[in-house]
């Protein structure tokens, strides 16, 4: 995925740079600042981070391979054909939060499917940091236009790992735990700055 380095001066537009992955792109924002230029990186998704952002988000996103290899191997319960998994989690979300039940339709079966469906793609993206983290940015910047607001984030965690407790039974280790907490850990922060930073015109 392309990344583009570019002056915060949008007058200098000539010394702008592609970079393939986040990654790179810091390396590059870190040689140009050392150019005495003042720089921003604009990711695949239209977010724009500061290189120290982004280098920071990089690094909370940086899962351990065990830690991977754990969520992946206990996905299985959020993946069958049927929606137990969402009818637990929205049934441990209401009793949380019961203020979020108005946020959705009277009739959740488009909705669990559509949950299913996401945490089935960013358990997928755990091995590209970079699909990852523009899915992220993309599902905050649409929970901001349905009304999600900071606090929500800690209570959709608790009813997360409280579900997959529920679901996982005594596959729910203490370290399935920990792996799972980090996950939505970096996906709620990326979720939440995606809110507070507008998106490149």
């Known amino acids: 995925m392309l990344f583009v380095v570019r002056p915060r001066d949008q007058a200098r537009s000539g010394v702008r ?6 990654a790179e792109a810091v390396r590059v924002a870190r040689q140009m600042e050392e150019r005495g230029l003042v720089v921003e990186i604009l990711d695949p998704s239209g977010q724009i981070y500061s290189p120290a952002e ?29 929606t137990r998994a969402a009818d637990v989690f929205y049934d441990r979300l209401f009793a949380l939060a019961p203020d979020t039940r108005p946020m959705f339709e009277d009739d959740l079966s488009g909705q669990k499917r559509k949950l299913l469906d996401t945490l089935g793609s960013l358990v997928g993206y755990l091995t590209h940091p970079d699909l990852f983290g523009a899915a992220a940015t993309e599902l905050g910047r649409r929970h901001a236009g349905y009304g999600a607001e900071p606090a929500h984030y800690g209570l959709v965690g608790q009813a997360l790992l409280a579900s997959l407790e529920e679901l996982l039974g005594r596959r729910f280790t203490p370290e399935v735990q920990a792996a799972w907490t980090a996950l939505y850990g970096q996906l709620s922060r990326a979720m939440m700055q995606a809110q507070r930073r507008p998106a490149a015109s």
Do not use: E, K
């Not at 740079?17 to 986040?22: D, E, H």
């Not at 982004?54 to 351990?64: G, K, N, T, Y």
């Not at 391979?65 to 959020?78: A, G």
């Open 17 to 22: 740079q592609a970079a393939r992955g986040a």
């Open 54 to 82: 982004l280098d920071q988000v990089r690094s909370d996103r940086a899962l351990s391979p065990d830690q991977v290899h754990l969520i992946q191997s206990t996905c299985d319960v959020l993946m069958s054909a049927n």
